[in-house]
């Protein structure tokens, strides 16, 4: 099992251009997560998806989008890139949504918006 | 919405010996879940032990233990026997409606 994989691990940006990170677990988990790192601030949620076919913004979800493609794929989308959103972003995955199930993260796309 | 704080920016322990990570964090949320999660240099972030609020009972995962403190609502990680391996960036992190993480503990191992 590869667990939660990430792809790319490192992209950079010109202001203005748009990307999208994709993710994929091979766990059968029916929740998926997109986060943010930013130095100093741990880790925010960006946007969430319960389960295949649903998505919910989290913290801070200004400037994203996301698409739960089926259950295995979650992927996040930046239409405009701002120097703001340089960041290290991270998916996770669990059995069911948030409460004591473990959250499976991903190695992380490093991004930086210029 | 719920906070983490991590009190803690850095902390430092020698090898063998024991650390205590601080956590608290606020709610009011009578049924939630607590989790400490290990992020190392890879990025990689560890699950390194969790706890259920509605049980009274400290978890241990081997080296690593609680102290959990509903009415105070404190949520501090023991390493013992602290190894070269244990160094690492440390979040305390609260689930309820949704994970929140605390802003992380870097802890440094000296041999």
């Known amino acids: 099992n590869a667990g939660v994989t990430q792809t790319p691990k490192f992209q950079v940006l010109k202001t203005g251009q748009s990307m999208t990170l994709q993710c994929a677990q091979d766990m059968n988990h029916n929740s998926m997560y997109w986060y943010r790192q930013d130095p100093g601030m741990g880790l925010r949620l960006i946007y969430y998806s319960a389960s295949e076919g649903t998505t919910d913004k989290g913290e801070v979800p200004n400037g994203y989008n996301v698409s739960r493609l089926n259950k295995r794929e979650f992927s996040l989308r930046l239409e405009s890139a701002a120097p703001s959103q340089t960041s290290v972003y991270f998916c996770a995955s669990s059995t069911g949504l948030f409460s004591y199930n473990e959250q499976f993260f991903g190695p992380g796309t490093r991004l930086t918006v210029l | 919405a719920q906070t983490v704080t991590q009190s803690q920016p850095e902390m430092s322990v020698q090898e063998a010996e024991t650390v205590t990570l601080s956590c608290t964090y606020d709610t009011s949320e009578s049924d939630y879940y607590l989790f400490w999660y290990k992020q190392p240099p890879s990025r990689q972030m560890i699950l390194v032990i969790r706890?259920?609020?509605?049980?009274?009972q400290n978890a241990t995962e081997n080296r690593f233990s609680v102290n959990f403190q509903k009415a105070a609502k404190s949520f501090s990680l023991k390493i013992s026997d602290s190894q070269l391996g244990d160094a690492a960036m440390y979040f305390c992190a609260y689930s309820g409606y949704a994970l929140n993480f605390g802003k992380g503990t870097s802890l440094l191992v000296t041999p």
């Open positions: 706890q259920e609020a509605y049980k009274q």
